[in-house]
Each structure stands twice: as structure tokens, then as C-alpha cells.
């Protein structure tokens, strides 16, 4: 019973069904990346990215064709990566009907290995009118940002002021013991001179 047990979860597996979905997510109008990994013995095997079901040939949206080469069709671009064994899909232009349920999947003799993908689309931000030019403004706008440089900045000076200031202090350091405290020079080494 367990050997039977054993064998159907190899196939499950072999199957795809128990791989982790990846989970991703952009926005309406922009553009997302994924990258659906796949085992070493697979190098050489057909990938496909496909929405839905993908039951039909005809879920299939785009194909890798050969290996280091990125194919586009469309809005989507796919790429597969063997050195890093990845098969990488990037949709363009997003809608909010991209949303759903999608699949990486190496195409197999048999039953394919598939990796599910689970792709949110949010709404674009609404762009924010300007200002109308003829109405004058009803509140006043707060200027202290715009003097004072961003917080990540100053930071960043004091970082760089203290590297300084470290620095000359060294460099005083090494000043004072090369010449102020340099010890006196050493008489020569005595020698003798042969008596004739």
C-alpha cells in the first residue's frame, strides 16, 4: 500500500500538480516579469506559457523556440535561460482581464510538468488634474521640503563628513610621527679598520 502510495505522488509530481504556484503582480498599463523555474533534465525541453485551463494547443500564448533565444509574440516576451535554468515570460501593456491563472510548462511525451502562475493586475492610478491657472490657490504650500535636501541625503553627507574627518586625522597622525617624533638618527655601525 505505501509502495502504491509512493508511486502515485511521484506521478502527481511528475505531473505537476504538486509544484508552488508563483504568485505576481503589476499594473494596468505596465509591464510584469516571471520566471518559472525548471529541474536539470529538462534543458532541452519544449516550454510554453499558457492561460487558464491549457488543456487546448490553442491556450497556449507563446513558446520557447530554442534555448538563449527570446521569442516575442505580441505583448509577451519568453525567454529560456538553461544556465540558470529559467524560463522567464514577460507581459507587456497590462489589463485588468490579464488577470487569472497561468502556467509554465514543459512539454512532455505524456503528461506535461506545469508550474502555475496566479497573476494580479491592479487599476492604474487616476493622474491628478493640474492646478486650473485662473484660480488662485486655496492653500499654502509648504516650502520646507523643497530647501532641505531629502533626509537619505544628509545622511548620507554626514556619512561622507565623518570619512573626512577620519581621514585627516590619519593623515595629521602620520605628519606628527614622521616628523615631529622621529626618533633621533642612529650613529653608523662600528666598523674597524685592519692595523698595517
Not at 146 to 169: E, K, Q, W, Y
Request: charged letters at 15%.
Amino acid at each position: 500500500m505505501r509502495m502504491a502510495l509512493r508511486i502515485l505522488c511521484l506521478y502527481f509530481v511528475q505531473a505537476g500538480v504538486l509544484t508552488a504556484p508563483i504568485h505576481v503582480s503589476g499594473t494596468e498599463g505596465g509591464r510584469v516579469e516571471l520566471t518559472c523555474p525548471y529541474p536539470d533534465q529538462h534543458i532541452y525541453t519544449p516550454k510554453y506559457f499558457c492561460r487558464e485551463s491549457c488543456i487546448m494547443w490553442s491556450d497556449v500564448l507563446i513558446t520557447s523556440e530554442k534555448a538563449g533565444d527570446g521569442v516575442t509574440k505580441g505583448r509577451y516576451f519568453a525567454l529560456d535561460t538553461t544556465s540558470a535554468r529559467t524560463f522567464c515570460v514577460i507581459i507587456k501593456n497590462l489589463q485588468l482581464g490579464d488577470a487569472g491563472v497561468y502556467y509554465c510548462g514543459l512539454n512532455q511525451w505524456g503528461s506535461d510538468t506545469k508550474t502555475k502562475v496566479v497573476l494580479t493586475v491592479s487599476k492604474a492610478p487616476t493622474p491628478v488634474s493640474p492646478l486650473s491657472t485662473t484660480s488662485p490657490p486655496t492653500h499654502l504650500q509648504d516650502t520646507t521640503n523643497s530647501i532641505l535636501p531629502p533626509t537619505g541625503s544628509v545622511i548620507g553627507l554626514l556619512h561622507i563628513g565623518v570619512i573626512l574627518g577620519l581621514l585627516l586625522c590619519g593623515v595629521l597622525a602620520l605628519i606628527w610621527v614622521e616628523f615631529v617624533h622621529k626618533p633621533a638618527s642612529l650613529p653608523l655601525p662600528f666598523t674597524t679598520t685592519p692595523i698595517l
